[in-house]
């Protein structure tokens, strides 16, 4: 099934370095959302975007919505070791649809 | 507070017997999605109920697959005939108007068929 393109696949960085992935779609939404997931658990929902060029942060996450409304980036500051996990965006288009679409993924590995 | 429950939690079953699993969304969440995830791939999407209505359905869920969300609260997914390339982590989530787009998933059912 269609996938959002999702980069980098993976990341090992140290304790306390930022953290940058993004997704890039070849169809517009109106929704970007990004989850993290734990090894055996579901996707938990940390950012919701809903308008192009908006920045919304939940703690030391950051996330945009891209202008072009195609794309979306999550920044992580100051890593520590419980960010480990996969991070996933999400896109939503309300006019194709109420599904959403999956990229695939970025696992985050943080060394102590 | 609870979130959305998944029940069970692991399946093992061979192949060619049929499969049933449970979700119960948050309290008052009037839509209810089932997504399928494989090894390394992010979810896809299944099918999602308003209330008790089936309103989408991805060409992913074939015939043996069927959903029912009766009442308009808890959800069954059932799988027939189980064949290996079932084998996946089975997600429910569950989202509430007018904030419909931001969903909330449940830890999922894993299904291995031998």
């Known amino acids: 099934g269609q996938q959002l393109n999702q980069s980098p696949q993976s990341m090992f960085i140290q304790e306390g370095e930022d953290v940058s992935m993004n997704c890039t779609s070849s169809s517009i939404f109106n929704t970007w959302l990004w989850y993290k997931q734990d090894p055996g658990e579901g996707p938990v929902l940390l950012i919701a975007l809903y308008k192009a060029g908006e920045l919304t942060s939940n703690g030391r996450l950051t996330a945009q919505f891209g202008i072009t409304r195609k794309d979306s980036f999550l920044n992580i500051s100051a890593s520590i070791p419980s960010d480990v996990g996969i991070y996933f965006c999400?896109?939503?288009?309300?006019?194709?649809?109420?599904?959403?679409?999956f990229g695939g993924g970025t696992r985050l590995m943080v060394k102590p | 507070d609870t979130g959305v429950s998944q029940d069970p939690r692991h399946k093992i079953t061979k192949r060619g017997q049929n499969v049933t699993f449970r979700c119960d969304p948050i309290s008052e969440h009037n839509r209810l999605y089932w997504y399928r995830q494989t090894l390394g791939q992010g979810p896809e999407f299944l099918t999602y109920f308003q209330n008790e209505a089936q309103l989408e359905k991805s060409r992913l869920l074939s015939d043996r697959f069927s959903a029912e969300r009766p009442k308009g609260s808890f959800s069954t997914l059932e799988i027939q005939r189980t064949e290996q390339g079932d084998s996946a982590m089975y997600l429910c989530?569950?989202?509430?108007?007018?904030?419909?787009?931001?969903?909330?998933f449940g830890p999922g059912t894993r299904l291995t068929v031998l």
């Open positions: 989530a569950s989202s509430l108007e007018p904030v419909y787009n931001e969903q909330f």
């Open positions: 999400a896109g939503l288009n309300n006019n194709a649809g109420n599904m959403l679409t």
